[in-house]
Nanobody
Framework: QVQLVESGGGLVQPGGSLRLSCAAS????????VGWHRQAPGKQRELVAR???????TYADSVKGRFTISRDGARNTVYLEMNNLKPEDTAVYYC???????????????WGQGTQVTVSS
């Protein structure tokens, strides 16, 4: 069984920074693309940042220049560094990942349980 666990959320003042982590565990053979998404109350979930298996990154326009996605392949962990946070960044942040388990030839999409980020003074 594969698990994705997000951590690093919390309360931060506007202009502050947080680093979120998305750690994958289980019988993992390969991790392809990983994405960070967020969902604010009353809004649809949106893609914030994505990193491919080849480390190509893409970002939502609203976070470009402020957020950075990166991966530590040795630890099966993807990070989201968030700087210059704004109140509109407040949301539950989720990661998802395409993962191939050691016994399979197929990739399966997994989601984490989410971590709350609140930006407020």
């Amino acid at each position: 069984q594969v698990q994705l666990v997000e951590s690093g959320g919390g309360l931060v003042q506007p202009g502050g920074s947080l680093r979120l982590s998305c750690a994958a565990s289980g019988s993992i053979d390969s991790i392809d693309a990983v994405g960070w998404h967020r969902q604010a109350p009353g809004k649809q979930r949106e893609l914030v940042a994505r990193i491919t298996g080849g480390d190509t990154t893409t970002y939502a326009d609203s976070v470009k220049g402020r957020f950075t996605i990166s991966r530590d392949g040795a630890r099966n962990t993807v990070y989201l560094e968030m700087n210059n946070l704004k109140p509109e960044d407040t949301a539950v942040y989720y990661c998802n990942a395409n993962i191939r388990q050691s016994w399979s030839i197929h990739y399966t999409l997994y989601w984490g349980q989410g971590t709350q980020v609140t930006v407020s003074s």
